[in-house]
């Protein structure tokens, strides 16, 4: 049963810590994106990639938001310094080929709580 | 640039009753739009999409949505409801190649 993965599950800081999530899209998916999700702001596309490559970040504070994909199977997303409005919901969802019209699958999301 | 609202936060419906969430859009390009279900603790699952072609469409779990231009609507029915459906539900457009999502509709079923 194919399904993207998400590490970790939950995850709780202080201010001013990094944080990194981790994403493992479906074998053989070539698009990946992250998702903020917050009861203020709803959904909110934060980065997506094609074959590795960023194709949009503006979804992204700059300053202290990075997202990498190191390689076919592993995207990250790294928070420094992490502030309590980071705090949210993060879904990283992948897909196959190169319209938005494919299914975007979602993983289960990190729930960061920043104090 | 294309948008989605969703009428109603919360529906609540009766097991075995009509389900009716409401999901309006705005677009100047003829919209392709997508409905989502999210199921407590867990992330979307893509529900049913409209790219072109036959404006009812039948989607998984007995959900179906009809786009109607002349409504600038896409709403998501099902004739009777089940506990499981009880989730929230979020209507979703493509602008420039990415998916934006309305502010979600929750939906309880009581028994």
């Known amino acids: 049963d194919a399904r993207v993965t998400q590490t970790p599950r939950h995850k709780v800081t202080e201010m001013g810590q990094e944080v990194t999530m981790r994403c493992q899209p479906i074998?053989?998916?070539?698009?990946v994106f992250w998702y903020r999700q917050t009861m203020m702001q709803g959904l909110e596309l934060l980065a997506y990639?094609?074959?590795?490559?960023?194709?949009?970040d503006s979804g992204m504070p700059k300053d202290r938001f990075s997202a990498e994909m190191p390689d076919a199977t592993l995207a990250t997303l790294k928070i420094q310094p992490s502030e309590p409005r980071d705090s949210a919901v993060y879904f990283c969802?992948?897909?196959?080929?190169?319209?938005?019209?494919?299914?975007?699958?979602f993983g289960p999301g990190t729930r960061l709580t920043v104090l | 640039a294309q948008s989605v609202t969703q009428l109603g936060s919360h529906v609540s419906v009766s097991e075995g009753a009509l389900v009716l969430l409401r999901c309006n859009y705005s677009?100047?390009?003829?919209?392709?739009l997508f409905w989502y279900v999210q199921y407590p603790n867990q992330g979307l699952q893509l529900l049913l999409k409209?790219?072109?072609?036959?404006?009812l469409v039948k989607g998984i779990n007995g959900f179906e949505a009809e786009f109607k231009k002349s409504e600038t609507s896409f709403h998501l029915t099902k004739p009777s409801a089940h506990m499981s459906d009880a989730a929230e539900y979020f209507c979703?457009?493509?602008?420039?190649?990415?998916?934006?999502f309305g502010t979600g509709t929750r939906l309880q079923v009581f028994p």
């Open positions: 677009s100047s390009v003829p919209p392709y």
């Open positions: 074998l053989g998916h070539n698009t």
């Open positions: 969802a992948s897909g196959s080929g190169t319209s938005y019209l494919n299914e975007q699958f």
């Open positions: 409209y790219t072109t072609g036959a404006t």
């Open positions: 990639f094609r074959n590795r490559a960023p194709l949009d």
């Open positions: 979703a457009v493509i602008n420039t190649d990415k998916l934006i």
